[in-house]
């Protein structure tokens, strides 16, 4: 069944002329990384550790543990989950350009190439974008 969903996704988009977008296309620039490193600094790194390496109770966002939990996902999903559930006890209570700025820094960490454009703080686009 999944793969009957994937495929005709994949005709859609080649129907609609527009090619899939993916991180390793720069879906972020490197100033909003930075932002983004420094809200992580802030709210995140008591937890996930300041390389983003985890902790005892939080998971790792940079490397194998990163890209195991989110490969094949989409930059959306992360970015409603971080939304949805950070930081702990005060989830949703940044910015939608801050939780942005956050995956951008993890996209970073994550050696995904920069380019010319931030990543939008819109849901809907962000779903567009895949984690590979």
């Known amino acids: 069944m999944k793969w009957k ?3 005709i996704l994949l005709v859609c988009v080649a129907l609609s002329g527009q090619k899939p977008r993916s991180v390793i ?3 972020y620039t490197d100033d909003q990384a930075k932002r983004g490193g420094d809200t992580y600094t802030a709210k995140c790194a008591m937890c996930h550790g300041g390389s983003m390496q985890g ?3 939080a998971p790792g966002l940079a490397g194998e543990e990163f890209l195991f939990s989110w490969n094949g996902k989409t930059a959306g999903a992360l970015y409603n989950y971080i939304r949805a559930t950070m930081p702990p006890t005060e989830e949703g209570t940044l910015s939608d350009r801050r939780y942005a700025d956050i995956v951008a820094a993890i996209f970073k ?3 995904f190439p ?3 454009t931030e990543l939008p703080a819109d849901p809907k686009a962000l ?3 895949q984690i590979k």
Do not use: W
């Open 55 to 57: 902790g005892p109770e």
């Open 109 to 111: 960490k994550n050696e």
């Open 5 to 7: 969903i994937t495929a």
């Open 114 to 116: 920069a380019g010319q």
């Open 127 to 129: 779903a567009e974008i």
């Open 25 to 27: 296309d720069g879906v």
